[in-house]
């Protein structure tokens, strides 16, 4: 069983920066693609950014190409979101997720294990 726990959330103005981060304990997250999501108020869970097992490939969605960064250590079991420019509609329960495969997705029914979500709002 694979527990994942989000840190880094908070408040920031728009055109700032804030980096999440998930450490993932309890399975082989090395082989492990991992992902980010977000879900804003009174709205569906979304796909935010995927990567690989090998950090080779990863993937996002348009409205965050160019601004958000997704990275993985395998050493230290963490994946991290780099988000810069931050807008306000960037606001919401930012969640990670692992899934079995070694290849990332965009879809969420392919994850296996999910995090508690941090809280990412982004003023104007």
């Known amino acids: 069983q694979v527990q994942l726990v989000e840190s880094g959330g908070g408040l920031v103005q728009a055109g700032g920066s804030l980096r999440l981060s998930c450490a993932a304990s309890?399975?082989?997250?090395?082989?492990?693609?991992m992902g980010w999501f977000r879900q804003a108020a009174g709205k569906e869970r979304e796909f935010v950014a995927t990567i690989s097992w090998s950090a080779v490939s990863r993937d996002y969605v348009d409205t965050v190409k160019g601004r958000f960064t997704i990275s993985r250590d395998n050493a230290k079991n963490t994946v991290d979101l780099q988000m810069n420019s931050l807008k306000p509609e960037d606001t919401a329960v930012y969640y990670c997720?692992?899934?079995?495969?070694?290849?990332?997705?965009?879809?969420?029914?392919?994850?296996?294990?999910w995090g508690q979500g941090t809280q990412v709002t982004v003023s104007s």
């Open positions: 309890g399975g082989t997250f090395s082989t492990a693609a």
């Open positions: 997720a692992a899934r079995r495969g070694r290849s990332g997705s965009t879809r969420l029914t392919e994850y296996d294990y």
